[in-house]
């Protein structure tokens, strides 16, 4: 009987270790998992009448860009596909797309379908960042002859990243900025923080005051500048 055992496991060994060396492989410092971005695009075609919209088309414009609640990081476009698009027309759908703080861009992306005559296409463009694989525990952990971290490594901090980035294309081109500093417009937040007129300075003093009162004080948060969201702090 103690034979027999001692057979099993010679012959599961060199599977334990071959199991051992199996999974992802974090060779680095810099995660394997990283954002992906991808782009989805939505379509909407509207009649003319014109150089403007045909009756009722608004209505159906605004209507379906609630339904796909439509946001920042969108990217709007047209495509008159003949010069249906006329003034009136771009007008009508910037005036739409202004309620969401967005603008209408002036190239619009190649789509497979054709356009009808008399009508022109509305383009939303969606980009979305995802870490596929994610969660990995592929790799069993133990001594690590390779050098390799965690299989997981890299999977939480990059996941919040991609989840909290309020426009997902700025992880492949970031946006450039204004090429020269205004230090009066740099200092106003410090100078409203010393006045006591900032925000922050307001909900100390408001805490402050909650606390002699005997009562609680709530803080609240305003939007990033990547977009909403929480981590769930460490990976």
Not at 195 to 203: E, I, L, N, Y
Request: proline share 5%; aromatic share 4%; glycine share 18%.
């Amino acid at each position: 009987m103690v034979m027999r055992n001692m057979l099993i496991a010679a012959a599961l060994a060199p599977a334990l270790l071959l199991g051992a060396c199996g999974g992802t492989k974090n060779g680095g410092l810099e995660s394997v998992h990283q954002p992906i971005v991808t782009r989805a695009d939505y379509l909407f075609d509207v009649a003319t009448s014109g150089d403007a919209l045909a009756p009722g088309e608004a209505q159906r414009l605004a209507g379906w860009m609630r339904s796909i609640n439509l946001g920042y990081g969108d990217r709007i476009a047209i495509d008159d596909a003949g010069a249906y698009a006329g003034g009136g027309v771009r007008e009508a759908v910037q005036a739409q797309a202004a309620q969401y703080g967005l603008l209408v861009a002036d190239d619009a992306p190649v789509t497979g379908a054709a356009i009808s005559p008399g009508t022109v296409r509305i383009i939303v463009s969606r980009m979305k960042a995802t870490v596929p694989n994610c969660p990995d525990f592929s790799r069993a952990t133990g001594i690590e002859f390779a050098g390799n971290t965690s299989s997981n490594h890299g999977c939480a901090i990059n996941s919040n990243l991609a989840a909290m980035i309020a426009n997902p294309s700025d992880l492949v081109q970031g946006q450039r900025g204004a090429g020269f500093t205004d230090p009066i417009q740099a200092n106003k937040a410090i100078d409203a923080f010393r006045r006591g007129t900032g925000s922050a300075a307001t909900g100390a003093a408001g805490g402050a005051a909650g606390g002699a009162g005997g009562g609680a004080a709530a803080s609240g948060s305003g939007p990033g500048a990547s977009g909403g969201g929480s981590p769930n702090g460490g990976q």
